[in-house]
């Protein structure tokens, strides 16, 4: 911007692991050419942020200057850009044996030959567009790989492991803006589920006016049975075991056949205290 003063910002208090790092990477990116010396009256301050790998990666604050300019932090800090940019240099391998997101760069091929082609064209490309990966983290020639949240094998694409566990520890959602977020996480695996409009049919009409949000079935399910003697039944809610119940057969019962004891073995009056208010289901071996 034209006449704005200067924008210089005094440095972070850096701890002892951090000006060794600090030092250890102006070094690095020195001696690649990345960097030189300045005395411009233009300034940002340094700060670190830990990596997945547990290193740190050195970060400018750009904030200040942002005041005046548009681009945040550095490049890569910057997807659209940066996406742009590696479509534009990546272009003629693109979904023919390479995926790009951001900064990440997926290689795949059908055998080890041609592996071996694609990864030397992508390396050299890179190198004469003077774009640098880190080594430590690539990994090559490995048979399954984990990618943007799934599992890619020669088998085909998988659901991440550790992503179901994370479904399937979500608490349970009761407003209907909850509900929407949970169908929202849990539909981007749709591909993934056979019948998914169907099992979240029930979950989807909770998101309605005027529907009752009911989280699971609290409703009870007697199971019961006819024998020479007595009747006998069990109450299980969410197939756990409630209550037992048992009676002996009446004098006139007891000339019934199998058949009419079993669709007369319901004995459900003796749990209506335990289900008053719920729904009441009975299962017997009468067909």
């Given at each position: 911007v034209p006449g704005a003063a200067p924008v210089a910002r005094a440095p972070y208090r850096l701890a002892p692991f951090?000006?060794?790092?600090?030092?250890?990477?102006?070094?690095?990116?020195?001696?690649?050419?990345?960097?030189?010396?300045?005395?411009?009256?233009?300034?940002?301050?340094?700060?670190f942020v830990k990596k997945k790998d547990g290193s740190f990666q050195m970060c400018i604050d750009?904030?200040?200057?942002?005041?005046?300019?548009?681009?945040?932090f550095r490049l890569t800090n910057a997807p659209a850009v940066f996406m742009d940019l590696m479509n534009q240099?990546?272009?003629?391998?693109?979904?023919?044996?390479?995926?790009?997101?951001i900064d990440d760069i997926l290689i795949y091929s059908k055998d080890e030959k041609e592996h071996e082609e694609h990864l030397k064209a992508i390396l050299e490309l890179l190198k004469k567009e003077e774009l640098y990966a880190k080594f430590s983290n690539c990994e090559?020639?490995?048979?399954?790989?984990?990618?943007?949240?799934?599992?890619?094998?020669?088998?085909?694409?998988h659901v991440d492991p550790t992503n179901i566990e994370s479904v399937k520890g979500w608490a349970s959602p009761k407003p209907p803006m909850e509900i929407r977020q949970f169908l929202g996480l849990a539909g981007?695996?749709?591909?993934?589920?056979?019948?998914?409009?169907?099992?979240?049919?029930?979950?989807?009409?909770?998101?309605?006016?005027?529907?009752?949000?009911?989280?699971?079935?609290k409703d009870f399910i007697v199971y019961c049975d006819a024998l020479n003697k007595g009747l006998g039944a069990v109450l299980m809610?969410?197939?756990?075991?409630?209550?037992?119940?048992?009676?002996?057969?009446?004098?006139h019962e007891k000339n019934y056949t199998t058949h009419d004891l079993e669709l007369g073995a319901d004995v459900?009056?003796?749990?209506?205290?335990?289900?008053?208010?719920?729904?009441?289901?009975?299962?017997?071996?009468?067909?």
């Open positions: 951090g000006m060794k790092d600090l030092s250890k990477q102006l070094k690095e990116l020195s001696d690649k050419g990345s960097i030189r010396p300045s005395s411009s009256p233009w300034g940002a301050p340094v700060l750009y904030r200040e200057l942002n005041k005046l300019t548009v681009m945040p240099v990546c272009k003629p391998y693109l979904d023919k044996f390479m995926i790009i997101f090559f020639w490995i048979p399954k790989v984990q990618f943007l949240g799934h599992v890619i094998d020669s088998q085909g694409i981007y695996y749709r591909r993934f589920i056979e019948g998914f409009l169907k099992i979240t049919k029930p979950m989807t009409k909770l998101t309605q006016k005027k529907v009752r949000s009911k989280w699971g079935s809610q969410r197939e756990k075991v409630i209550s037992y119940a048992s009676r002996q057969l009446k004098t459900t009056p003796l749990f209506v205290k335990k289900t008053l208010g719920h729904n009441l289901g009975v299962s017997s071996k009468h067909n």
